[in-house]
Each structure stands twice: as structure tokens, then as C-alpha cells.
């Protein structure tokens, strides 16, 4: 469709008015967006690392940074959803934690080695 646009952002940065976006979608892709979080996936398999509470606690800043856009750029009542995959400690409870103080929580799902989040401005 003419209306969908594919761009190369940083997620910190964002393109768009202030309250002029009606959804973000974040598939598979919200664990990667803090650097430290996407080293630790690629060299989890060869050098056994985990994603642990101290890792998490490092990237609260970076994730900040990215929701606070997020809420920037979403019109009132926007919606934001998350799908992404359990990674240790990296699970919905902590994507949550990020989420609250910028939207309301409105649907949560847990599965076996993944979440759905969805958060209301």
C-alpha cells in the first residue's frame, strides 16, 4: 500500500511529529535494539552467556530512551505491541517494567519462549 513506508531509524530517534503516529510495532525486535542485549544474543550460543539482571539493569537506560520516544511520536490513545522471545531473565515481566510508566498496560500474553504486550498511551 501506499500508505506503508519502510525506514532505517535508530528507535532512540524517530522521524515522526510529536503524537502523530497511530501504532508501533516492535516484532521480534525490542531485545535488540540496546547494544549490549543484542552482543550478548550473538555470542550466547558460543561463549554460554545469559541475559541476566545486571545485563537487564544496564539496558534500563537505553530502553528508556526508546519508550519515551515511542510515547513521543503515538498519538493520544496510540497503541504500542510488543511480540518478542524469552531470553533468561529478558521475559515480560521486565519488558513490562519499561513499559508502565509511559503506557497503560492493556493486554499481556505469556507463552513458552515468547510474550505479547500491548500498551495504550
Given at each position: 500500500?501506499?500508505?506503508?513506508?519502510?525506514?532505517?531509524?535508530?528507535?532512540?530517534?524517530?522521524?515522526?511529529?510529536?503524537?502523530?503516529?497511530?501504532?508501533?510495532?516492535?516484532?521480534?525486535?525490542?531485545?535488540?535494539?540496546?547494544?549490549?542485549?543484542?552482543?550478548?544474543?550473538?555470542?550466547r550460543n558460543i561463549e554460554n552467556v545469559r541475559v541476566?539482571?545486571?545485563?537487564?539493569?544496564?539496558?534500563?537506560?537505553?530502553?528508556?530512551?526508546?519508550?519515551?520516544?515511542?510515547?513521543?511520536?503515538?498519538?493520544?490513545?496510540?497503541?504500542?505491541?510488543?511480540?518478542?522471545?524469552?531470553?533468561?531473565k529478558y521475559d515480560l515481566d521486565y519488558v513490562i517494567?519499561?513499559?508502565?510508566?509511559?503506557?497503560?498496560?492493556?493486554n499481556k500474553e505469556r507463552k513458552e519462549n515468547s510474550?505479547?504486550?500491548?500498551?495504550?498511551?
Open positions: 500500500p501506499n500508505n506503508i513506508r519502510a525506514l532505517r531509524v535508530s528507535a532512540d530517534a524517530l522521524p515522526f511529529e510529536d503524537n502523530s503516529v497511530e501504532a508501533i510495532t516492535l516484532l521480534g525486535a525490542l531485545h535488540e535494539l540496546p547494544k549490549d542485549i543484542y552482543m550478548t544474543e550473538l555470542y541476566d539482571n545486571e545485563l537487564l539493569e544496564k539496558a534500563r537506560e537505553d530502553y528508556d530512551a526508546f519508550f519515551k520516544e515511542f510515547c513521543r511520536v503515538l498519538k493520544e490513545n496510540g497503541v504500542l505491541i510488543i511480540i518478542d522471545k524469552i531470553m533468561d517494567s519499561l513499559a508502565e510508566p509511559y503506557f497503560d498496560i492493556i510474550f505479547t504486550l500491548v500498551g495504550r498511551k
